[in-house]
């Protein structure tokens, strides 16, 4: 898989396991990248494993919440970063 290496600043890049850290890359893509890396995940897990990991992920800020939220026509309530009280 092709993301730009400024998405995972905080991880060391060449050792990322795309399929193991899934729901981490799923939710930085979808949280901090772009329309062309968005189509990079989604041809490489497809869409309901990136609605999967969305519903998993611990955190996800408002904007990324909402959004998901209306694409995969899930409730808010749904996905386990709405109900955790951080």
Not at 25 to 50: F, L, N, P, Q
Not at 65 to 86: D, G, M, Q, V
Request: proline share 3%; aromatic share 18%.
């Amino acid at each position: 898989m092709k993301l730009p290496t400024h998405l995972f600043w905080d991880v060391d890049y060449g050792s990322i396991d795309w399929d193991k850290h899934r729901v981490f890359v799923i939710t930085r893509v979808c949280s901090k990248g772009s329309i062309s890396d968005w189509k990079e995940i989604t041809g490489y897990y497809g869409a309901e494993e990136i609605r999967k990991a969305l519903l998993q992920a611990r955190y996800l800020d408002p904007r990324t919440l909402a959004f998901s939220s209306f694409y995969f026509n899930t409730p808010k309530e749904h996905f386990r970063c709405f109900n955790i009280k951080l």
